[in-house]
């Protein structure tokens, strides 16, 4: 997937190209499809046309030697119009060229309807962003209270058996908030956190 970005340049606003190599043996056709969308799965996105590059001549030992190499050009135009185009540019074989001509009207987003695509790319990764720093914090917690375990537990013979208990007890319990509140809130997981750091300069150094 690839975005489109550039500047109006006479009657061309954006234009694209990029080389594509390929090691398939004595392959004589590509077909090339374009969608429109902002979505990651191919599916989720409009599908605009297909058009295939045909006639290529590599033989068995030249596309051992000297892989397929395709010229693909994206273009649009200050009309709106999207032009593909690909091109065998192998050194190897004879020049072949094929492109397909997408207007306004075939089968495209509206500018509105591209606007509320980018607006809920935007949400989501904002959402996404989110989830992962929560996912994040709560694992670094329950890192924690293990960890605090095993240093009562290495500490056994500076650390009095009433004080240990209290670490236990509540690395215990926050475990148990955690299996509890699998949604909940950075703030809320860092406030758990910090109580747990407060136990544990209390109990295990209280000097």
């Not at 969308?37 to 051992?64: H, P």
């Not at 091109?87 to 987003?109: C, G, L, W, Y």
């Not at 299996?179 to 910090?194: G, H």
Request: hydrophobic share 40%; proline share 2%.
């Amino acid at each position: 997937m690839f975005t489109l970005k550039g500047k109006i340049r006479g009657d061309l606003w954006i234009q694209v190209s990029f080389t594509l190599s390929t090691l398939t043996v004595s392959r004589t056709v590509f077909l090339f499809q374009i969608y429109e969308g902002e979505a990651t799965k191919t599916k989720d996105n409009t599908f605009l046309g297909a058009f295939a590059l045909e006639d290529i001549t590599s033989s068995f030992w030249s596309s051992l030697w000297c892989p397929t190499k395709l010229k693909i050009t994206f273009e649009i135009g200050i009309d709106g119009i999207l032009t593909a185009k690909a091109e065998d540019k192998s050194p190897n074989n004879k020049a072949s060229s094929s492109s397909m001509i997408v207007t306004n009207q075939h089968n495209r987003f509206t500018k509105a309807e591209l606007a509320d695509m980018v607006d809920e790319a935007k949400k989501l990764k904002r959402e996404d962003e989110f989830r992962r720093k929560c996912v994040a914090t709560r694992i670094g917690l329950e890192d924690y209270c293990f960890h605090l375990k095993n240093l009562a537990n290495e500490l056994l013979n500076t650390v009095p058996e009433d004080n240990r208990q209290k670490v236990y007890k509540k690395c215990d319990e926050v475990l148990a908030w955690i299996d509890d509140n699998q949604f909940a809130a950075t703030e809320e997981l860092e406030y758990q956190q910090m109580e747990l750091m407060n136990v544990g300069v209390t109990f295990i150094f209280p000097n």
